[in-house]
């Protein structure tokens, strides 16, 4: 590729595409089809809930957008850039971010240093043999990010000594590290507590306009207060899209999933 | 079969090529400029043979080193000091008992029996600690290798074949036409044939073991699936032992056989050790037919070598062990 | 084992000034090894603490790798040896037809980056496996290497490979004379020593150890997972090339059994004698090591066996130390102390320093 096109298509990238296009998306483990033929598409800022029972493929989905798997089939573009072959990191490093349903933090080191890490990650400094200074750029923004999540009290405690709320917190902090462009939150709710949950939703709504994010949620109540659209998956397979409010009333998605219990 | 050329028509055809061209070089008469090329039919027939019998000697060391990785996980690198057991076990039973054959089972048993030690002891309380094992395991080694030669020595031994077994035996290879036209053939030590020919029985025996029997098939499960395995119960643990004993007693046979074929001496065990190393990760790990393939062509490959790049025999060995790392990680035969 | 758990972070209120910070046996320890030349003999300097340091120094590159890494390599003599032959061929020796008589900061630095690259290469191989594949990988390699100088003569001049290779005459003083080794051997130990305490807690280091414990988790933070690792090679690489070119300078040869598997293997040993948690388990373990080797044969033959069983003390010692500590002596080092500081009445752990 000549210069003149990379330019323009990264001038594309932030412009006018799409935050992210998945087309006909396929994964198999074995004979097993964990994803059929899906296809979602993104605006830039836009916050999307993904909802479905256990085994609808959304974790999976996640997987393969974050490049954990790869796809077994189909495309995915990030901002106009297809990312379909690109390994993890790369696509971290466009701006792209997730947290762990299951929590995936390092025991032995602080909330701060956690946080840290994740901004050194998608930095030039990531091979630095040099330890932090004081007036590190990188650990501002890691300490700005702790108030964030409001962690402050506990910046120096070692994340084996948090509360499970305290580190799905964390998780949450460790993805916004960076300048991310999108988000996905993998069940960030589930296991917490009636207020930590309100905190939740206080901070999904008070991220910056223009960071879009598809949250994966089993509680509807939280997941309607923060997505303005919702996709709904069922058998690895999409099997509505629309406003919150239609998917709400479709009476199939109520048969198959909100009257279905354990919601 | 078919699957494979379908999958990789190129491939598939270079070696088809080869192998043609091998068969023409093994059975013509070679032309006057082949023989400028690269020397005497003879030479090359040699070389051969040589390596695949030395082929089948890897592999019955590499096979029980790479069913016992398959199955347990476990990295035995003991395995060359076992190798080194057998074949002086077998010596001072062939010396004693004056019978060669007997050699053989007395190395088998005898190995099999501190291969079961070993999984009782050792393997045993570490599962899963793959790391503490292989320490263990070099640990282990150091200390047989030293006791090994406390007992025996420094000295070489070999093992003698019995008279009905020594020398050479006329092949029906053609290796060059006499002036008067008679046709030469190649000779050939009959011992090696012989042991070679009694490799290929083990390996396809092993093969119809693990394809054809109910414990094959449980065995081959647990490569597949562990987790299955043990989920089976405590029989397992037996089937494991016995795996285990196999494996280490067919390091104490291929001893025997490396005594007989060329010699015993301190260092052997870590050759034998660095050889079925190699090969497990050229055919790829776990995999019977994957040893036997890797067996063959690092054994083709380091006589060749000797006889064609005889400074550089054993570094082309390594060389093809890089290459296959580079482009094929998981092995020739291994699965990603 | 998860990260190293003292804090890299912890911001500037009341942080104690270094001088504080470091506790009392290193001041104690470090002046007696600045003033052991004035009581101890040449022998000792020599020998017993020279080799220390310099075992310790290749064994630190492995505890680099294996501590914070979690990948045991079994190269890294092979790296030393390489380093030493480097030295060898671009600097002076007694091999005056291969040796191209280079003055020593070309020599050194090229001899350096030589090891760097087979350190780079090796990495590059052997990161594409884990764990036992690693090891296997890296002892095929380092097999590869002591056969192929075994049977090079053009550049590694075969079986006998070099001899006369000596330090060179830097402010006019001998680098082989027992002091001044001693005192090189020393620098370049606590140098390597401070450098990879230093890194644990840098960013490479931290990334280091995170991709140990959860790979998928750092590439999801944007780490290039196989890069942090080749990288980790690379410097492991440069740390055994230092220790492996003072090798060569004690014992003033270089040859394919320098970095043969049994050393190669040594190196293991020593490494997971000491303790593969701290750095400075490598010259623990050397130096346990060294005193073995040394004085085995007396010992031994004091107690009516033949000296040449050291082999067998070393790895009946060896496998005791797998068998009951894996974390070597530190291991046991730290249990001893945690049952010590343990209140037998209240039945409660002590707390920790």
């Keep these: ?263 | 079969m078919r699957g494979v050329i379908d999958r990789h028509p190129f491939w598939s055809a270079v070696i088809f090529v080869v192998a043609a061209v091998l068969v023409w070089m093994i059975f013509a008469v070679w032309p006057d400029w082949l023989k400028d090329l690269i020397g005497r039919k003879k030479v090359f027939l040699n070389a051969l043979f040589n390596g695949v019998t030395l082929g089948g000697l890897y592999f019955l060391v590499a096979s029980g080193f790479t069913l016992i990785f398959g199955l347990m996980r476990n990295v035995n690198l003991a395995h060359g000091s076992l190798y080194l057991l057998g074949g002086y076990v077998g010596y001072v039973a062939a010396e004693v008992t004056g019978l060669w054959l007997l050699a053989f089972p007395v190395a088998f048993i005898l190995v099999a029996a501190f291969g079961i030690l070993l999984q009782f002891f050792v393997f045993r309380r570490m599962e899963g600690q793959d790391l503490r094992q292989t320490l263990v395991t070099i640990g282990i080694s150091i200390v047989m290798a030293d006791l090994m030669l406390w007992i025996w020595g420094g000295d070489f031994y070999n093992i003698t074949p019995p008279e009905w077994l020594s020398g050479p035996m006329t092949t029906f290879f053609v290796t060059t036409v006499k002036r008067s036209g008679d046709l030469v053939f190649l000779k050939y030590p009959l011992v090696r044939i012989v042991i070679f020919a009694a490799s290929v029985v083990v390996g396809i025996g092993m093969w119809l073991l693990l394809n054809r029997t109910r414990i094959g098939m449980l065995i081959r499960a647990g490569v597949d699936d562990r987790d299955m395995l043990s989920a089976t119960g405590a029989r397992i643990q037996l089937v494991f032992v016995g795996v285990f004993a196999f494996g280490a007693g067919l390091a104490g046979v291929a001893g025997v056989v490396g005594g007989t074929f060329q010699s015993l001496a301190p260092g052997e065990d870590v050759r034998f050790l660095l050889a079925s190393l190699v090969v497990v990760i050229v055919g790829g790990m776990g995999s019977i037919p994957g040893a036997a393939l890797g067996a063959l062509i690092i054994g083709l490959a380091e006589q060749f070598g000797s006889v064609y790049f005889p400074t550089y025999a054993v570094v082309l060995t390594f060389l093809i062990m890089v290459a296959v790392l580079a482009f094929r990680p998981q092995g020739l035969m291994g699965r990603s | 084992m998860a990260l190293a758990d003292n804090r890299l972070a912890s911001d500037g209120r009341d942080r104690p000034t270094w001088f504080e910070r470091v506790p009392p046996a290193y001041w104690v320890g470090g002046f007696l090894l600045l003033v052991m030349p004035s009581f101890a003999s040449d022998f000792i300097l020599f020998q017993i603490f020279g080799w220390t340091f310099i075992l310790g120094i290749i064994a630190l590159s492995l505890m680099f790798l294996a501590g914070y890494g979690g990948m045991v390599s079994l190269a890294q003599m092979t790296f030393a040896g390489c380093a030493g032959y480097m030295v060898a061929i671009f600097g002076t020796s007694a091999i005056t037809d291969i040796s191209l008589g280079w003055p020593w900061f070309v020599a050194i630095p090229l001899a350096l980056i030589v090891a760097v690259l087979l350190g780079t290469l090796t990495g590059w191989l052997a990161v594409r496996t884990e764990g036992i594949y690693t090891i296997m990988i890296t002892l095929a390699i380092a097999a590869a290497f002591f056969y192929f100088t075994r049977q090079n003569y053009v550049i590694f001049n075969g079986f006998s490979g070099f001899n006369g290779v000596l330090p060179p005459q830097l402010f006019g003083v001998d680098w082989r004379g027992s002091t001044a080794f001693y005192y090189l051997t020393l620098f370049w130990a606590a140098l390597c020593y401070f450098a990879v305490l230093y890194i644990s807690r840098a960013p490479f280091g931290l990334a280091l150890q995170g991709i140990r414990d959860n790979q998928r988790r750092m590439s999801a933070l944007g780490f290039n997972a196989i890069a942090h690792r080749v990288a980790a090679y690379a410097f492991a690489a440069l740390l055994a090339g230092i220790g492996g070119i003072l090798l060569t300078w004690q014992s003033a040869q270089i040859s394919p059994g320098t970095a043969g598997i049994g050393a190669a293997i040594d190196i293991l040993v020593v490494a997971v004698i000491g303790g593969l948690r701290h750095p400075i388990g490598a010259f623990i373990g050397a130096f346990i090591y060294v005193i073995l080797k040394t004085f085995a044969l007396d010992a031994l033959e004091a107690i009516g066996l033949a000296g040449e069983r050291f082999q067998l003390l070393i790895g009946l010692g060896f496998l005791l130390i797998v068998f009951w500590s894996p974390d070597g002596v530190l291991g046991l080092w730290a249990r001893w102390r945690e049952s010590r500081s343990r209140d037998p009445l209240l039945e409660r752990g002590g707390e920790r320093p």
Excluded: W
């Design chain 1, 1 to 263: 590729m000549n210069a003149p096109a990379r330019i323009s298509r990264r001038l594309g990238a932030s412009g006018t595409a799409n935050a992210l296009e998945l087309r006909g998306v396929s994964k198999l483990f074995g004979a097993l089809v964990a994803l059929e033929d899906i296809d979602i598409t993104v605006r830039p800022g836009e916050r999307r809930a993904v909802l479905g029972s256990n085994g609808a493929g959304k974790t999976t989905l996640f997987n393969c957008i974050t490049g954990d798997f790869r796809a077994s089939a189909g495309s995915i573009r990030f901002f106009g850039e297809d990312i379909s072959t690109f390994p993890p990191h790369e696509r971290i490093r466009r701006g792209l971010r997730r947290t762990y349903q299951i929590s995936l933090l390092f025991a032995g080191l602080s909330v701060l240093d956690n946080i840290y890490l994740a901004c050194v990650g998608v930095s030039r400094r990531r091979f630095s043999f040099l330890r932090p200074r004081r007036d590190d750029s990188l650990m501002a923004a890691a300490g700005e990010l702790v108030e964030m999540v409001h962690l402050d009290a506990d910046r120096d405690t070692l994340v084996s000594n948090l509360s499970y709320g305290q580190q799905r917190q964390l998780e949450i902090a460790m993805a916004l590290s960076g300048a991310p462009r999108f988000i996905l939150f993998d069940e960030p709710a589930a296991g917490l507590s009636p207020s930590e949950r309100g905190d939740l939703v206080e901070i999904l709504n008070g991220l910056p306009a223009h960071m879009g994010y598809i949250i994966i949620e089993h509680d509807m109540d939280v997941a309607l207060r923060v997505a303005e659209s919702v996709t709904m998956m069922h058998n690895g397979r999409i099997f509505r899209e629309g406003k919150p409010a239609e998917i709400e009333q479709d009476p199939e998605v109520q048969a198959l999933y909100l009257g279905g219990g354990d919601g």
